[in-house]
């Protein structure tokens, strides 16, 4: 445990009140900080343009123990304020300003962790010192495994330098007055995946996230997250290192079945978070609280987004595009609503709604709010007519079952909140919307074996399965691409 003390009080003046300088926070490690944040087990993972505070201040709702910033961009955040502002929103400074909730406020947004990606340890220092006020860790991201991430040279493409990411750690476990955290993917073999950690570690993090898939695995070739390998590093690795586990979570069983399955101390999911807001509800909820009516859920999400831009109570007004583009959480809502409401969209008959969506411009909040007057319409109106039982959802949750990955995908009704499954990289080949690459066509054509990665017998084992299991995908392209487009723009504002 390092501990900081507070300087020395000194008060020659006899005649004035001595003024106690603000007592420091005593800077805990590892378990000891774990324990100070409530111990969390259901962690909102960081989201680029989705894990913002509005949907932060939702998914707590909902049961969720801790939250991450979306992913930040150090120097960008250390160097220039219009960056700052809208990656942050601070607390109000005086009276006359609105008191909305922000980014880390103690009674909406607590624990809070900011992450950022980084390549430079000065950068990443800066961009901590400042967030540091505002959180209760700071987290490193080395597990983007985007074309962007490859070109600005972080997340999971540090990978080959460990001493860099150590002195990236490092530099913050000693420079900053509060943790240091980081994410990590998998690597080839739990060997490896072992020492990363260790040195991950040992350069001072206090929580690690490991997400269970490799670099490789993006977009349609993600596959399934690798839970074994979680396991192995809480087997290897000492009793006190706090590991969340991230990856394979559609349904809130799952999240049970992960903390068994790795021994992870907390689990950390993103997009089933972003479909279902309530995957985080504990195994006791009913069937109504683990999924819950879309239109209830769109209901309360923009209730969220109203109050922290309008303020509570005050009338919704149209927003000038600059105003509109300073308040986060408004600007995800589209792309929140296009999630939540993937499985009404599947609907032909709704999708009236969804190019109303479509076209809606975001600063002007009372067309969006219209539309969900329309959705609760429309779900009335289909529960006029198909009344819900609970002998029903007892035989929907039937299905239910079965360790994490293995179980079953279950029959939830459109209205209701629920994950999205996408296609087995067999299926998006047969699909048409996976291709092989020149690499592996040419190998085919050549009857050779396709290029295969170094596994161990354990992985192979679990690869080999892989084609019948369910899939996940994390980080939707477009998503991931707008987000891009963001960071691009702005870096290409601060260097012109
Ligand atoms: C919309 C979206 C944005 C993401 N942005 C980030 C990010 O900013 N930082 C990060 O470390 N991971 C990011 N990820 C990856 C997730 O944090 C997580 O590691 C990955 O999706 C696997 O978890 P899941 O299976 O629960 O989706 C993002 C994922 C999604 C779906």
């Given amino acids: 445990m390092t501990m900081t003390t507070a300087p020395p009080t000194t008060s020659p003046d006899p005649v004035s009140v001595p003024v106690e300088p603000p007592p420091k926070r005593l800077k805990l490690h590892g378990r000891a900080f774990y324990e100070s944040i409530g111990s969390p087990k259901r962690i909102v993972a960081p989201m680029v343009d989705a894990s913002e505070l509005a949907w932060r201040i939702l998914s707590r709702k909902y049961n969720a123990d801790a939250a991450y910033s979306p992913m930040l961009h150090a120097r960008l955040f250390a160097e220039t304020e219009p960056y700052r502002r809208q990656s942050l929103r601070y607390a109000p400074t005086s009276d006359t300003e609105p008191a909305l909730s922000y980014d880390g406020e103690p009674k909406s947004d607590r624990p809070f962790l900011i992450q950022f990606c980084a390549n430079d340890p000065q950068h990443l220092l800066a961009a901590a010192k400042t967030a540091q006020h505002h959180c209760d860790a ?52 739990k060997a490896k995946t072992l020492e990363y950690a260790k040195m991950v570690l040992d350069a001072g993090a206090s929580i690690l996230t490991v997400h269970g898939r490799r670099r490789d695995q993006k977009s349609h070739n993600t596959g399934l997250a690798d839970w074994s390998y979680i396991r192995y590093l809480r087997e290897n690795l000492p009793p006190e290192t706090v590991i969340f586990a991230n990856g394979n979570i559609l349904y809130n069983a799952d999240v049970e079945a992960c903390l068994e399955v790795t021994g992870a101390d907390g689990v950390m999911c993103a997009e089933t978070n972003l479909y279902n807001p309530a995957v985080f509800m504990p195994p006791t909820a009913s069937f109504e609280e683990k999924f819950p009516r879309v239109d209830v859920m769109v209901r309360q999400y923009l209730q969220i987004v109203r109050d922290l831009t309008f303020g509570e109570g005050n009338p919704v007004v149209e927003l000038s595009k600059e105003r509109y583009r300073e308040h986060a959480s408004l600007t995800c809502v589209k792309s929140h609503l296009f999630r939540l409401l993937h499985a009404v969209f599947n609907k032909k008959e709704y999708h009236y709604i969804r190019n109303t969506l479509g076209k809606a411009t975001g600063h002007r909040f009372n067309e969006i709010l219209e539309l969900a007057d329309e959705l609760e319409k429309v779900v009335e109106e289909q529960l006029k007519l198909t009344p819900e039982t609970p002998e029903q959802w007892d035989e929907i949750m039937k299905e239910a079952g079965g360790p994490g990955a293995d179980a079953k995908i279950l029959r939830i009704p459109w209205w209701r909140c629920q994950p999205y499954v996408r296609p087995t990289p067999q299926q998006a080949y047969e699909n048409g919307a996976m291709q092989k690459s020149k690499k592996e066509l040419n190998a085919a054509s050549k009857g050779s074996k396709e290029p295969k990665r170094e596994l161990d017998a354990e992985s192979a084992a679990s690869d080999s399965k892989e084609g019948t299991k369910r899939q996940k995908v994390e980080e939707p392209q477009s998503e991931q691409i707008k987000a891009n487009d963001q960071l691009a723009s702005l870096e290409s504002n601060v260097s012109g």
């Fill in 138 to 189: 700071v987290d490193l991201n080395l597990g983007c495994p985007q074309g962007i991430a490859r070109k600005g040279h972080y997340g999971a493409f540090l990978q080959e330098q460990p001493d860099l990411i150590y002195k990236l750690i490092n530099t913050l476990h000693k420079e900053l007055d509060i943790p240091v955290t980081a994410k990590i993917r998998i690597l080839d073999t």
